[in-house]
């Protein structure tokens, strides 16, 4: 998957395109080559039109801003077409979404790790990760993300009672996926920045439900 990032990632540099931002999501328009490669690594969601030679891509807002900023080769354009700074486009993911450096660390964490990451809505979860292509396997893990720290104004909703875990350990395991949950720590940096994320930690945790019947024979029990 790494080496298919990197020829989108030298396609765009080379090509220029830009991405028009619409509220938290990014447009894209791309041709045959470039629709390819969007669908080869996964980034975006092709929405349908009447155009045959060119194809329109949607961009979540955590792709939007790793294809700009990590990757750095896609310039993204306000609605007057003027072009933004890391800092602005940073700066306007977060006043749609308050929880966007949280899920933009974890997306480029797992990114990192040449994991696709997909949205897990249909979950329950924040994101889903797949191995490999998700045309040829199903996704892994079902991630959810949680804020860890000092920071007392903004508390974790989910995930705070054990029926809560077991809730989400039971959805898991029904579509054969596993929970991973993704511990975010801003260690105090400030969030307006768009250069906070690399203070960010990110501490992975895997859950999974324990039957007390598959482990019987591995204890043993000392009768007086």
Same mark, same amino acid.
């Given at each position: 998957m790494s080496e298919i990032v990197k020829q989108l990632q030298s396609t765009l540099t080379h090509s220029r395109e830009t991405a028009m931002l619409s509220g938290y999501v990014a447009l894209i328009k791309a041709n045959r080559e470039l629709a390819v490669l969007l669908e080869r690594t996964c980034f975006g969601r092709q929405i349908t039109t009447s155009e045959k030679d060119e194809q329109w891509f949607q961009l979540s807002s955590e792709e939007t801003f790793y294809m700009h900023h990590a990757l750095q080769s896609l310039v993204v354009v306000n609605h007057n077409g003027i072009p933004l700074s890391s800092s602005d486009l940073w700066n306007h993911l977060k006043t749609f979404k &308050?929880?966007?450096?949280?899920l933009y660390i974890s997306y480029a964490h797992l990114r990192g790790k040449n994991w #696709?990451? %997909? &949205?897990? &809505?249909?979950y329950c979860a924040d994101f889903v990760a797949y191995r /490999?292509?998700?045309? !040829? #396997? /199903?996704s892994d893990y079902a991630v959810i993300i949680l804020q860890e720290g000092d920071d007392n104004m903004r508390q974790n909703e %989910? !995930?705070?009672a054990w029926s809560d875990v077991h809730c989400s350990i039971r959805v898991c395991g029904s579509v054969a996926k596993t929970l991973l949950v993704l511990f975010v720590n801003q260690n105090g940096s400030d969030a307006t920045l768009h250069s906070c994320f690399e203070q960010f930690s990110v501490h992975e945790r895997v859950i999974t439900r324990w039957v007390a019947e598959q482990c019987r024979e591995e204890y043993c029990f000392e009768h007086d």
């Open positions: &308050a929880t966007f450096p949280e #696709v990451v %997909r &949205a897990g &809505a249909q /490999h292509h998700p045309s !040829l #396997v /199903h %989910r !995930l705070t």
